[in-house]
């Protein structure tokens, strides 16, 4: 079974850093693209970063640019996002997912995430 | 690229629900469908416009066409009450990934 165990959230200060941990289990990163999602307290679901099968290809969403980083370890089969200069707005409930692609820009996937972890809660206060 | 959904569809046990997902040339994407009940993580219940995952019940249904794409349950059940959110890839775009503002689906 395909299954996906985020871990790595908290409490965090304004300013400070997170690491999140997305470990999969049932299939190989390098077969699949693993996107962030995040959810606000009462709010939609907003993407964050995606990265690639390979792991070449990463993107980000504006918000975040600049202050977070995806990347993965394929000998544990897990990816990570590393959250640097956290503000209260990233206050969330982030969700890691698989996606049917493999790599981006390429027709013939439909781009949805099919498999879904239970979420790890982020909240930046002081 | 935007993706609006109504806040809020009320609809009967037994009776049909449609779920709105409006978008510029939204008939030109493929659109993806997301059930995410209180508590949860969302959970994938049609992409590709009209295909179901497996496991998914065949009272869920979508179609895509012009500006809008739709979200159909039929026969609703109690346990079909949740967040529903469509969702698109924009090749072009950034972000790439879009969903909508999401619809609370309650059964009455």
């Known amino acids: 079974e395909v299954q996906l165990l985020e871990s790595g959230g908290g409490l965090v200060q304004p300013g400070g850093s997170l690491r999140l941990s997305c470990a999969g289990s049932?299939?190989?990163?390098?077969?699949?693209?693993i996107s962030w999602v995040r959810q606000a307290p009462g709010k939609g679901l907003e993407w964050v970063s995606s990265?690639?099968?390979?792991?070449?290809?990463?993107l980000y969403a504006k918000s975040i640019k600049g202050r977070f980083t995806i990347y993965r370890d394929i000998s544990k089969n897990t990816v990570y996002l590393q959250m640097n200069s956290l503000r209260a707005e990233d206050t969330a409930i982030y969700y890691c997912?698989?996606?049917?692609?493999?790599?981006?820009?390429?027709?013939?996937?439909?781009?949805?995430?099919?498999?879904w972890g239970k979420g790890t809660t982020v909240t930046v206060s002081s | 690229y935007v993706l609006t959904q109504p806040p809020s569809v009320s609809v009967a046990p037994g009776q049909t629900a449609k779920i709105p997902c409006g978008g510029n040339?939204?008939?030109?994407?493929?659109v993806h469908w997301y059930q995410q009940k209180p508590g949860q993580a969302p959970v994938l219940v049609v992409y590709?416009?009209?295909d179901r995952p497996s496991g998914i019940p065949e009272r869920f249904s979508g179609s895509n066409s012009g500006n809008t794409a739709t979200l159909t349950i039929s026969r609703v059940e109690a346990g079909d009450e949740a967040d529903y959110f469509c969702?698109?890839?924009?090749?072009?775009?950034?972000?790439?990934?879009?969903f909508g503002t999401g619809t609370r689906v309650t059964v009455l």
């Open positions: 997912a698989k996606g049917d692609n493999a790599i981006f820009g390429v027709a013939s996937y439909y781009y949805y995430m099919d498999v």
């Open positions: 049932g299939f190989t990163l390098t077969t699949y693209a």
């Open positions: 990265i690639s099968g390979s792991g070449s290809s990463t």
């Open positions: 040339s939204i008939g030109t994407y493929s």
């Open positions: 590709g416009d009209s």
């Open positions: 969702q698109v890839w924009d090749n072009t775009g950034d972000p790439p990934y879009v």
